[in-house]
């Protein structure tokens, strides 16, 4: 069967990129964009006095936005007895419980609108870059930004992250939802001011949607899913960040000891940011794959036929339901998917079936709730060691095979911080 064929039947697929490159040579992704994401660290850094003065939760890391590394030995238990093949170490990315937004898009979405607040009262000459920016908590700044708009398109988590720090700062935000938002996820953001407008049509409908309404008000900010850099850059300090993190741990990573990801992927924003960040932190060392639904397979099904984002998945009769609602796109985003080419290892697709059991089992062992499609990474995880897998070639070929021992894998659990306990107890009970 070719790849599409199995996509076509909703089988879970594998995916190897033949495009990757060798990035050793590190320039190949340094250059331009590490200015960006350093300048996007910065930014995120005058920003701490603000974010700790006005979501106390972050008080603790002194408003730093960012997610343990966890072990989770249970899980990983479970895992071996029904027969994962993994013989490195399992670590889990915790962004579920990104403080502020509870999902990954704490990362690229607050980023953006922190960024737009910026230049804007950089502009008015209201605040100075060696400012203090708990200033920004007051009256007279909400009142500023009151004057401007931020719209986005979301099918739920992006809007929130947006609408959560857009409102707290004191914009007028409008969040387009498509139809598989949840209803909480709604009524959440109403709750702080945020307008909500929902329609009946996918995620590209709503980013449509948004793009037009704002394009009509010129006080009016689009934050464009489909093609941000800010978001992407955003995405990308996860790399410094996680760096770090490793390293306090104790995990090294370097030729010997691989590092591999597993991200759930919607557009490809926040998956792609990531990749693009850690690249640039361990080069060839580390080894990035993207997880999406069975019947949303749009970047593995952009990447691996040429076509991007002209191509969707309901023109191979996919699009159907999924539990995974934060991944629920059918065409990749245009930029991220083309910056994937060169980095990106590989994809695969995940039946909702083991997105639940994933989750109940997080749950019950780590007692950790995720939403269902911040469980995708486990897929990869699977498959990676998987001796019927094509991910063997992908292990021979790049001389990994012998390595696995020492190595060191990632499941980027991506979202559900916020889910309210009402919603989860329906969740596990599926
Ligand atoms: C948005 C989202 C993703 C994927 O991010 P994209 O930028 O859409 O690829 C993964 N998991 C969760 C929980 C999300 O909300």
Redesign the pocket.
Known sequence: MTIREQLQAAQEAAWLNPEKIKVAEREKICGHGFVEVKAAQNRFMRFLPFIRRRFPETEDRKGVIESRLLVIPEMTAWLKENGAAVSGRILLKD??HLPVAG???AR?GIHEVLKIAEQLAFKAKILHPTDKYDKLDSEEFRQFYSRYTIQVGS????GLSIGIMGASLGFRVIVHMSREAKEWKKELLREKGVIVLEYDGDYSHAVAEGRNNSAKDPNSFFID?ENSED?FFG?ATAGMRLKMQLYKAGVSVDRDHPLFVY???????????ITYGLKQMFGDNVHCF?VEPVQDPC?LLGMSSGKYEEISVEEIGLGGQTA?D??T?GRP?AF?SKMMRPLLSGCFTVKDEHLLTWMKTMYEKEHLFL?P??C?GFQGLLQIENPDSICREYLEKNQLTEKMPDAAHIVWA???GLVPTTEQTHLLSL
Not at 155 to 158: A, E, I, K, Q, R
């Open positions: 962004d579920a999902s990954v898009k690229g099918t739920g988590n992006l899913d978001l995405y991200l759930p992927c919607g557009v490809g924003g926040a998956p792609g940011g993207f970047m995974a934060g991944l796109v985003s991220v939403e499609s911040a995708a991506t979202g559900g």
